[in-house]
């Protein structure tokens, strides 16, 4: 007796085609997975380290303490009234949080090769790892910034719960940054080269060692489109207590942030379909 043969269905996978959709459904359905690649990043950044996580500590800490001395004082750089000391580290916080953000995320398709060219999951949940992973960064600096405005005898008023949308700004823009870096580094590896050169370029384009009270009021608008200033200046705003007008600079940087990052999630869902082979 010939037994029946059962007709299965041809499944034929090929590469979609134009720009697609981000299917952030997907990422969620892989949630377990992200965070099992955030808490790897966080193991690897401080195995076989000496001072483990204190490293998110001395990074702005030390950098607060030459940014003292050179800008506080002998430039003299205004500090809105503030001690210097817990001015520039109130920005150098979020900053080197930005700052390790990008850099993370700019190589983190290309320090998963071997998971990528083997297993399917999607690919967004690598840069999104890598920025969960130094989030953690920056709620540890966040306490030495809380010792330091005690010390001080600054900051702590009713504004402090408002950092939170700060943070979150902080987050978005790592996030859009380290995903058009992360997609053209897949094909181009002269990015990891002009990471480094982006980054320094950026912090001076920042008021972290200045105030952006310096600059007159026509160029304000301009210089918030870079959402850096919204995510410093707010820090500054909330935490300190700083007489900034925040409302217009928030605004624009957040509006330049959100652009950012949509387009640089559509740049890297449109470029994901060659990762395997080019990576």
């Known amino acids: 007796m010939v037994g029946r043969v059962t007709a299965h269905p041809i499944i034929r996978l090929e590469p979609s085609r134009g ?6 459904d997907d990422v969620w359905h892989y949630r377990e997975l992200l965070w099992f690649l955030a808490l790897r990043d966080i193991k690897v950044r401080y195995k076989q380290t000496v001072l483990g996580a204190s490293w998110a ?3 702005p800490v030390l950098t607060t303490v030459v940014f003292t001395v050179v800008f506080g004082r002998l430039a003299r750089i205004p500090s809105d ?3 210097y000391a817990v001015f520039a580290l109130a920005a150098l916080v979020p900053w080197t949080f930005f700052a390790t953000a990008v850099s993370t995320t ?6 998963n090769t071997n998971l990528i060219s083997k297993v399917y999951f999607p ?3 690598v840069p999104i790892a890598a920025v969960v992973a130094c989030v953690v960064d920056l709620l540890i600096a966040c306490g030495v910034l809380f010792v330091a405005m005690g010390i001080y005898g600054v900051g702590g008023g009713l504004r402090m719960p408002l950092v939170i949308p ?7 823009t790592a996030l859009g940054v380290g995903l058009w870096l992360s997609a053209i580094a897949a094909r181009y590896r002269d990015v990891r080269h002009a990471v480094p050169f982006l980054v320094q370029f950026w912090l001076f384009a920042t ?3 200045y105030p952006s009270s310096l600059l007159s009021d026509r160029w304000q608008s301009l210089y918030a489109l870079n959402p850096m200033v919204g995510v410093v200046e707010g820090f500054r705003w909330s935490l300190l207590g700083s007489d900034v007008a925040i409302g217009r600079t928030a605004l624009t940087s957040t509006a330049s942030a959100l652009v950012i990052l949509v387009t640089g999630a559509f740049y890297f869902r449109r470029m994901e379909r060659s990762f395997a082979d080019v990576i």
């Open 207 to 209: 008021p972290v060692a």
């Open 166 to 172: 700060f943070v979150a700004l902080a987050v978005a």
């Open 123 to 125: 690919r967004l949940c």
């Open 81 to 83: 009234g503030v001690p």
């Open 19 to 24: 720009w697609v959709a981000l299917r952030l």
């Open 57 to 59: 500590l001395l990074q």
């Open 106 to 111: 700019s190589i983190s398709l290309v320090g």
